[in-house]
T-cell receptor
Framework: DTGVSQDPRHKITKRGQNVTFRCDPI?????LYWYRQTLGQGPEFLTY????????KSRLLSDRFSAERPKGSFSTLEIQRTEQGDSAMYLC???????????FGSGTRLTVV | DQQVKQNSPSLSVQEGRISILNCDYT??????FLWYKKYPAEGPTFLIS?????DKNEDGRFTVFLNKSAKHLSLHIVPSQPGDSAVYFC??????????????FGKGTKLTVNP
């Protein structure tokens, strides 16, 4: 197992377009998290899955954002009608049930032009 | 409002000396604290953590100290090495209704260790 994988690493899109990111967690981990990091800030929590169930969502996750984790394995994060303010690094992390010290992927850097 | 604060955006130290990175928090519900290290173009890497029931945790060159009454924690790196140059994030966790251990991060401190 090579850790948490995220695809793509970089995405440039035009404002108004939809984008989808994928995260493959460490296979033994049943928890999966999405965070967003903007320039000069620390990562901010977006949402969390325990297996296939999405149990928490941040207020940052507007109705243009949707996340899924079918079958409790990989996860996707979709942003509809992208805005320039969506430009950020989107980080995925996974962990065991005790949650602490989870493993982050390398992130997907989104640029909306 | 920022619940986890790292007031020093950057820190520069000489190789072999001690690096001390500081972090303050405001939420008294936080019960677990972590430090992450981040290199450019990579995700954060877990470094060391401490539970609120302890005041010190040590792992090799890294030691984290927690002062609950002051709502302050610090990371000590001794001796500092050039490979330690990275951005260090302080993070804290509190129990949530959904059962996640979601983390609240500070803005990070960029450490530069000069040879």
């Amino acid at each position: 197992d090579t850790g948490v994988s995220q695809d793509p690493r970089h995405k440039i899109t035009k404002r108004g377009q939809n984008v989808t990111f994928r995260c493959d967690p460490i296979s033994e981990h049943n928890r999966l998290y999405w965070y967003r990091q903007t320039l000069g800030q620390g990562p901010e929590f977006l949402t969390y899955f325990q297996n296939e169930a999405q149990l928490e969502k941040s207020r940052l996750l507007s109705d243009r954002f949707s996340a899924e984790r079918p079958k409790g394995s990989f996860s996707t994060l979709e942003i509809q009608r992208t805005e320039q303010g969506d430009s950020a690094m989107y980080l995925c992390a996974s962990s065991f049930s005790d949650g602490y010290g989870y493993t982050f992927g390398s992130g997907t850097r989104l640029t909306v032009v | 409002d920022q619940q986890v604060k790292q007031n020093s955006p950057s820190l520069s130290v000489q190789e072999g000396r001690i690096s001390i990175l500081n972090c303050d928090y405001t939420n008294s519900m936080f019960d677990y604290f972590l430090w992450y290290k981040k290199y450019p173009a990579e995700g954060p890497t877990f470094l060391i953590s401490i539970s609120s029931i302890k005041d010190k945790n040590e792992d090799g060159r890294f030691t984290v100290f927690l002062n609950k009454s002051a709502k302050h924690l610090s990371l000590h790196i001794v001796p500092s090495q050039p490979g330690d140059s990275a951005v260090y994030f302080c993070a804290a966790s509190a129990p949530t209704q959904g059962g996640s251990e979601k983390l609240v991060f500070g803005k990070g401190t960029k450490l530069t260790v000069n040879p």
